[in-house]
T-cell receptor
C-alpha cells in the first residue's frame, strides 16, 4: 500500500491564487521529504529538500518566496505555490525516505493555472 | 554534460521481445543507483535498485558498470503492461544523503 500520501491530486485555479499541497508519510516518520516538479516530457527536477523543524534547502533557480515549504512534523510537509501563474502549471511530486530505503513518492499533484 | 543521461526512445517492441535500456551518469562519486518506472501522468515507482554485482528480479535484470559509469536495464519477454517510461535514477550526493537525480526517462511501448 501507499507509504506517502499527497493531496490534492488535481488543482485548477485562476492566476494569482495561492495553492497548498500536502505530503504525508504514512506509518513512518520522515525527517526529510523532497519536492519535485515535472514538466511534460521532462525529467523530475528537485525543487527543494524539506527538513523537519528547520528551513528547507532550495535548489538553484527555485524561488523560496514563491514556493513556501513547511515541515512542521515528522509526517507532514506542505508546499505552497504563492500567487501562482500559468507558467507554474506542472506536476508536483513529493517523496520521503523510509529509513535507508529508496524514496517513496506521493501520487503527485497536477496543477493547472488558468 | 547532463548528470544522468538516457536514450529517450521511444522503444516500440512486440510482446515477448527482449529490450535493453542504457543510462550514463557523470559523477563518479555516485553511490546508489535505481530504475524507476513512471506511467503516464503518474508518480514514479521503484522498479529495482542496481548493484555492482548485477541483480535480477523476474524478467528484469539491472547491471552497473562503475568504471564506465553506465547502468543498464534488460526486460525479457515483454508484456503489454511493461509499457511505461523507465527512469534511471542516481544518488549523486553519496551515501547518507537521499537526494536523487533523475534521467529524462526512456519510453517503452509494447505492442500486441
Amino acid at each position: 500500500g501507499a507509504v506517502v500520501s499527497q493531496h490534492p491530486s488535481r488543482v485548477i485555479c485562476k492566476s494569482g491564487t495561492s495553492v497548498k499541497i500536502e505530503c504525508r508519510s504514512l506509518d513512518f516518520q520522515a525527517t526529510t521529504m523532497f519536492w519535485y516538479r515535472q514538466f511534460p516530457k521532462q525529467s523530475l527536477m528537485l525543487m527543494a529538500t524539506s527538513n523537519e523543524g528547520s528551513k528547507a534547502t532550495y535548489e538553484q533557480g527555485v524561488e523560496k518566496d514563491k514556493f513556501l515549504i513547511n515541515h512542521a512534523s515528522l509526517t507532514l510537509s506542505t508546499l505552497t505555490v504563492t500567487s501562482a501563474h500559468p507558467e507554474d502549471s506542472s506536476f508536483y511530486i513529493c517523496s520521503a525516505n523510509r529509513g535507508n530505503q529508496p524514496q517513496h513518492f506521493g501520487d503527485g499533484t497536477r496543477l493547472s493555472i488558468l | 554534460r547532463k548528470e544522468v543521461e538516457q536514450d529517450p526512445g521511444p522503444f516500440n517492441v512486440p510482446e515477448g521481445a527482449t529490450v535493453a535500456f542504457n543510462c550514463t551518469y557523470s559523477n563518479s562519486a555516485s553511490q546508489s543507483f535505481f530504475w524507476y518506472r513512471q506511467d503516464c501522468r503518474k508518480e514514479p515507482k521503484l522498479l529495482m535498485s542496481v548493484y555492482s554485482s548485477g541483480n535480477e528480479d523476474g524478467r528484469f535484470t539491472a547491471q552497473l558498470n562503475r568504471a564506465s559509469q553506465y547502468i543498464s536495464l534488460l526486460i525479457r519477454d515483454s508484456k503489454l503492461s511493461d509499457s511505461a517510461t523507465y527512469l534511471c535514477v542516481v544518488n549523486l550526493a553519496g551515501a547518507g544523503s537521499y537526494q536523487l537525480t533523475f534521467g529524462k526517462g526512456t519510453k517503452l511501448s509494447v505492442i500486441p
